[in-house]
């Protein structure tokens, strides 16, 4: 019971940016908190980073209160890029690594290591707004990372890193989750979630709509998608009954469907007009999740 | 505590160590250096392309003949040479600035000197006062010859009288203290004046800086706003008053090597010997004061704009207060008692400016600077506390926020 939020809400004035908000992070979780903009995910990581308080509910870090004490133990990745951008990066991260109650030299040869392991030893005396989007990025994940922190509180992590420093970033994570660290984190980028988190929540409007294990989000979710592929038209499918939606392709079509039944009268109506080169039934993706239970204009 | 020693120390030192601040130093010294020995520098010039004005001709045209030797004894400055040139040839050499001046001098009837001086310069104030003064003392002797006066009758003439003035106002200095106290008080309240604006307007510079690069979520996710604000505000203040130290230092070289011997120097009209060491002290107590003030509310107003180019709108208000005060006092310059400057010295956006004035020029008794120090101490604690309120939400606060209606939205920000 590392980090818990016991029926948090917070208000400004008459709007309710997080309405009774429960969550429990277990030590050494990864957990997905996702949302459309505006949701109340960055309102949520200030509550429990102690920068604003909540009008109700109780959030608590091993049993205690979160405050400036126990900022050492946290690391914050805030969305919008947070640096000095005339300050050199090195000169930059030891003073954020003393902020966070390292001793200089410690934070020297934490950030040494960790430039060498984001492959970028080669910027420790540029001026931070000399450096691309990607660069700042990472610069802005060692200053979360750099001290160590029992707590990672992550908005979007991953927002302007190209694919190959996604991979590089999602190891640095993983790693942080082996030793034993509890990390939050906040992504529009499903697939990201799907492979990092084992808990997840879906905020919409301030308020709690999805939340669990991806298994059980997923199944509880109910409905599947049957994939499948065959040289002539699908179309006709549509009509079946129990079919949601329908995306066709040049390869062939993705239905969505209500329970399993209508995979097999799928697949009979398929095998009555050709023959078919491949059929899947498949879980629905969180994207699919997403879309459905957040409204399609926030995909 | 080691919070708030670490924001102090970057807030002072990654000002202290950019190019600029260093190369507004050394620009400073060198200015100070120059304006020291400005004179010594305009007479070396001088002397170099011979256009010294210590070889000032004067040509006259005597008509009376008996002029032109008397005049030429009593002008020392002056070479006299007498011309018998037509005037208007003279006059046509004049205006090709080919001599300096011309003086026509005639005797008439009733034994009155007539004189007429032409020149082209037009700055030209101190020779025709002598010339005045000469061809009037010739005249009175003249005059005196005529009615067969001695020396010493024409010197009972015009004995001047013994007068004497004494100022029984408490709090008035002699004229002549004034004088000196005037240039040391200009001086100082022209260096509080420009540190207070220039420090202050750079700590709500900052602020808005931090807020707009976000690097203020990560800073206050590990020091608590308040602190941020007060260490940020004395590390520019130490800024301010290592930058003004060295000036000090660069002056008071620059004048001790800038020897005095140039007669219309600087050091004519302020030498060491009148420095006054309690108006020193009382001008580091108000710089610190109205600095601590201002800073206090530069750094309120800063946390609440969210681009730093919003901040010179934002913080506009504050730079009229110091303009009002520094106007006000320097009205008071001229004549320290007028009454509204008494009244402005117990306000504490003026005081700085306005008592140090006073304290500087008039002898005070000892409880009104204190009052006014006692007023100040009061704001700036009231100040920071409610600037620590506006700070803690305002610093939160994004979006299009201008005007000083927001303190309001960010003190309940604070709150939550």
Sequence with gaps: MALQLEHVTKRFGEFTAVDDLTLTLEEGMMYGFLGANGAGKTTTFRMILGLLNANEGRITWNGKKISYSTSPEIGYLPEERGLYPKMKVEEQLVFLGELRGMNKADAKNSISYWLDRFEVPQYTSKKVEELSKGNQQKIQVIAALMHDPKLLILDEPFSGLDPVNVEMLKKAILDFRNKGATILFSSHRMDHVEELCEQLSIMHHGKQIVSGSLREVKRSFGRQNVRIRSDYELSALDHISGVLNAHHSVEGAVFQIEDEAVAARLLNGALEMGPIRHFEIEEPSLQDIFIAKVGKEHA | ?416
């Excluded at chain 2, 007539?114 to 000469?134: K, R, V």
């Excluded at chain 2, 800024?239 to 060295?246: A, E, F, R, S, T």
């Excluded at chain 2, 969210?306 to 207060?321: C, F, G, H, N, Y």
């Design chain 2, 1 to 416: 505590m080691r919070e708030f020693g670490i924001i102090f120390k970057q807030a002072f030192l990654s000002k202290a160590k950019t190019k600029s601040f260093v190369i507004t130093t050394a620009i400073m010294i060198a200015a100070i250096f120059l304006f020291a020995n400005i004179s010594k520098i305009i007479d070396t010039v001088q002397t170099l392309t011979g256009s010294g004005d210590s070889e000032q001709v004067l040509y006259v045209k005597d008509d009376s003949g008996e002029l032109v030797d008397r005049l030429s004894a009593q002008l020392s400055d002056v070479k006299v040479e007498l011309t018998n040139e037509p005037k208007e040839t003279i006059l046509d050499k004049v205006k090709s600035e080919e001599i300096d001046s011309l003086l026509t001098v005639s005797v008439n009837q009733q034994g009155i000197i007539n004189a007429e001086y032409t020149t082209m310069s037009l700055m030209d104030f101190a020779i025709p006062m002598q010339i005045q003064e000469a061809l009037q003392s010739i005249q009175t002797e003249m005059k005196a010859d005529e009615l067969s006066l001695t020396g010493e009758q024409v010197q009972t003439l015009f004995t001047p009288i013994e007068f004497e003035q004494t100022n029984v106002s408490p709090s008035a200095k002699s004229e002549d203290e004034l004088n000196q106290a005037r240039v040391l008080v200009y001086v100082l309240m022209f260096v509080i004046y420009l540190s207070v604006i220039m420090y202050s307007s750079m700590i709500a510079m900052d602020v808005a800086n931090e807020k707009s690069s976000r690097v203020m979520e990560i800073l206050i996710s590990s020091v608590s706003p308040v602190k941020h604000m007060f260490a940020k505000v004395l590390g520019i203040g130490l800024l301010g008053i290592v930058q003004i130290v060295i000036y000090g230092l660069a002056g008071f070289i620059a004048l001790k090597t800038s020897a005095t011997e140039v007669p219309g120097g600087f050091s004519d009209f302020f030498s060491f010997s009148d420095l006054n060491i309690g108006t020193l002290i009382y001008a580091a107590v108000f710089f610190l004061l109205g600095y601590f003030l201002y800073a206090t509310l530069a750094a309120l107003l800063g946390s609440l704009v969210s681009r730093a180019e919003d901040v010179q709108q934002m913080i506009m208000p504050m730079t009229l207060l110091i303009v009002a005060a520094f106007i006000i006092a320097a009205t008071g310059l001229g004549n320290p008692e007028i009454g509204y400057l008494q009244y402005a010295s117990y306000f504490p956006f003026f005081a700085p400016l306005v008592m140090f004035l006073r304290v500087g020029m008039l002898d005070l008794p000892m409880w009104e600077p204190l009052l006014s120090i006692a007023i100040m101490l009061v704001t700036i604690f009231v100040l920071g506390w409610f600037g620590a309120r506006v700070y803690k939400g305002g610093v939160l606060m994004y979006g299009p926020s201008r005007s000083l209606k927001d303190i309001k939205k960010a003190i309940q920000l604070g709150k939550e």
